[in-house]
């Protein structure tokens, strides 16, 4: 490689990590003893959050205040108002220091947040009737949270929260069919900021005590360096089969993911070590990248832990943790295997190979050196899975674990290399509190996010939330499929400039109560569980959405790729996870909704990977050799067989109990599909002689 080639790499990798640091909360880089101000008060807030969950027992508007409070402080301090300088104001500009003006701006911002907390009494025996104060002070809370969200997440949140704002008093105004009865100040004041049913709501609740842990655990374990041990594990177990790397990069950054909730992060952590890999062996610069994009933002599916929006779907679904991981579980692994599936179809279209075993780390050795890691994980899984406790007691016991774990991790290794104690032993110190200031600066766009979000969801409880369903059923037509694309579309285009959980937040709560309610009036059951399913998943996709995706410019930048043919093939290669919401929206056996055998369980699973096998054999045009035109047809039969045997059974006049007896005519189709092709696949001694 050249110089040349050297330099455009880091080049890459350094624009990929300055993308990853915005979106965890690194912006101002102060000097002096201002530089130890940010970092003090995010390692208070996680302090706030671990006593929280331990032995400080408040009321939960207290605790969400508080939580809102430091989130704002942080976002005051951290980043300015222009990323640039305009209008020769360099205070607002300021990355080197922090101006008095955001101090003064972050104060009375974190005031606002808290004022609920601090006048509590007299807010609950005046609600309904605000006075001056309430108003004048709910008002500049309102502001600030969303500047506050323009600063970390962009204008799309803040500007859809302004058009809900402004529809809940100018609704009298509006045409006959979206007109609305409007509200007064003082209504609009005591639901957004005097009550939990607006910015103090169900989402800001989850974001203050449940994902605040699993977030802080992430973050712990990445700075231990467990990021870096599941992609060594991965290459070591799948870098030597055909396209390994690529294979790698699915199975590292599917357990890299379930952790760290952000897929710009995961990018970083693991398409730094795999991208060049797969470049290496064959695989073009863009679907290198592409591959790395889409197993990322898929993360965020993957039970156990899936990603902040999870958490929500439980309290708005009203439903333990453990039954989302159960509903999600299915459509998840389905769609990941399903990637597997695909890499090792682009490796076969380009005849590419695997890396040498002698350039692939041991697996045994690098099994063991980091089987530490998995300690902290065990012990998640065993009080989610096991013990059943909740999700925020068991995010605290695995951090106490994960903390421990940093403690001696440092001075065992130093103790083996024959090193002083001492100071492995401080560098373990300085690395659990480092960890401790950066998941709370990640935490701060979920914050402001789940908080943002809440005022359209205030909105809509102010009122809105049957004349959405009557909007809904018009605009379909009361047809629940066009419904659904309009959700899917809607959903992918705001998410390209909201956060995930955001986006989730706002079509569950706009569109989520109307999909259930419309496919009632047609005599069709969807489980509430599906539909903000169906919700969580097209905000998910929305990452890789090009024009916008973040993630897809994060892996160009390491691959040095075109970001945009690196988002179209990306959002390619996940139109296999696009089918599902469709499939399980329909067939609730996928999400396993009253299903509770092992056995139907597995069977059901092992069914939804061949079809989702099928479909991207369909999109990518290949299965044992390249497909012909009229082979299209039958993979997509294959998969709608294989994803909807209730509908099949139903055409074919079988009882809805005996549906799974149609698994085997897609099965035999299958297997057709298999035998033509590989009659049309040159015998090796043709090859040789080609």
Aim: glycine share 8%.
């Amino acid at each position: 490689m050249s110089e040349n080639e050297i330099q455009e790499q880091d080049d890459g990798l350094e624009l990929a990590r300055k993308m990853a640091e915005e979106e965890e909360g690194l912006g101002r880089q102060p000097s002096g003893p201002a530089k130890w101000v940010i970092p003090t008060i995010a390692v208070l807030w996680s302090f706030f959050q671990l006593s929280i969950a331990s032995w400080l027992i408040l009321d939960s508007t207290f605790i969400r205040a508080i939580h809102l409070g430091f989130a704002l402080l942080i976002v005051f301090l951290n980043y300015p108002f222009f990323k640039k300088e305009r209008f020769g104001l360099k205070f607002l500009s300021a990355a080197d220091r922090i101006p008095m003006f955001d101090y003064i701006i972050a104060i009375v911002a974190a005031l606002s947040a808290i004022y609920i907390m601090l006048d509590y009494g007299g807010i609950t025996m005046r609600y309904g009737a605000p006075n001056t104060r309430d108003i004048v002070v709910g008002l500049v809370l309102t502001v600030l949270l969303l500047e506050a969200s323009r600063r970390v997440i962009g204008p799309a949140l803040p500007i859809i929260a302004m058009f809900f704002c402004g529809y809940a008093f100018f609704g009298p105004y509006m045409p006959d069919i979206i007109a609305f009865k409007g509200v007064s100040m003082n209504r609009f004041v005591g639901q957004m900021t005097m009550s939990t049913e607006g910015i103090y709501g169900i989402p800001l609740d989850v974001s203050a005590t449940i994902v605040f842990l699993f977030v802080l655990f992430g973050a712990m374990l990445d700075k231990a360096g467990g990021g870096r041990y599941f992609i060594q594990l991965a290459l070591s177990l799948l870098g030597g089969f055909k396209g390994g790397p690529a294979k790698a990069a699915v199975l590292g950054s599917g357990l890299t993911g379930m952790v760290s909730g952000s897929s710009i992060a995961n990018i970083v952590t693991t398409g730094t070590f795999t991208i060049p890999m797969m470049i290496k062996v064959g695989y073009p610069p863009t679907k290198a990248a592409a591959v790395e994009v889409a197993a990322s933002t898929d993360g965020q599916l993957a039970p156990p832990i899936m990603g902040a929006a999870a958490f929500i779907i439980a309290e708005y679904v009203n439903v333990p943790y453990i039954q989302v991981v159960k509903a999600a579980i299915i459509p998840a692994f389905a769609s990941y295997a399903a990637l597997f599936y695909i890499t090792h179809v682009e490796a076969s279209k380009l005849g590419l190979k695997g890396l040498p075993r002698a350039e692939l780390p041991p697996f045994f050795k690098t099994l063991i050196g980091g089987a530490h890691y998995l300690l902290p994980i065990g012990m998640l899984l065993y009080e989610l899975m096991v013990v059943r406790h909740s999700p925020e007691l068991a995010a605290f016991h695995a951090i106490w674990v994960m903390a421990i774990l940093m403690l001696v991790q440092g001075p065992v290794k130093a103790h083996l290399n024959k090193q002083p104690l001492g100071p492995a032993f401080k560098q373990s110190i300085v690395d659990i509190f480092s960890s401790l200031a950066s998941g709370a600066r990640n935490m701060v766009a979920v914050a402001l996010a789940t908080a943002a979000a809440g005022i359209i969801v205030g909105v809509v409880a102010l009122g809105l939330g049957g004349l959405i369903t009557e909007i809904i059923d018009v605009v379909s037509m009361g047809n629940v499929y066009l419904m659904l694309v309009i959700t899917a579309i809607a959903s992918l285009i705001i998410g390209m400039g909201l956060p995930t959980t955001a986006t989730y937040i706002v079509m569950a709560s706009l569109t989520a109560p109307a999909i259930v309610t419309i496919a009632g009036y047609q005599d069709w059951v969807v489980p509430l569980m599906s539909a903000h399913l169906f919700c969580f998943y097209f905000g998910i996709l929305a990452d890789d959405t090009p024009p916008v995706g973040l993630a897809a410019y994060a892996a160009a930048a390491i691959a040095k790729s075109p970001p945009i043919a690196t988002g179209i093939q990306g959002f390619m290669y996940d139109i296999r996870t696009a089918i599902l919401p469709f499939m399980f929206i329909f067939n609730s056996d996928l999400i396993l909704h009253n299903i509770n055998s092992w056995p139907q369980g597995i069977l059901i699973f092992v069914m939804a990977c061949l079809g989702n096998f099928a479909f991207a054999s369909a999109t990518q045009n290949w299965f044992v050799t390249r497909n012909k035109f009229y082979e299209f047809p039958l993979f997509l039969c294959v998969t709608f067989i294989l994803m909807r045997p209730d509908a099949v059974s139903s055409w074919l006049g079988i009882a809805h109990n005996q549906r799974y007896w149609t698994y085997p005519i897609g099965l035999v189709l299958f297997g057709l599909l298999y035998i033509m092709q590989r009659s049309r696949v040159p015998k090796p001694a043709v090859v040789s002689a080609a």
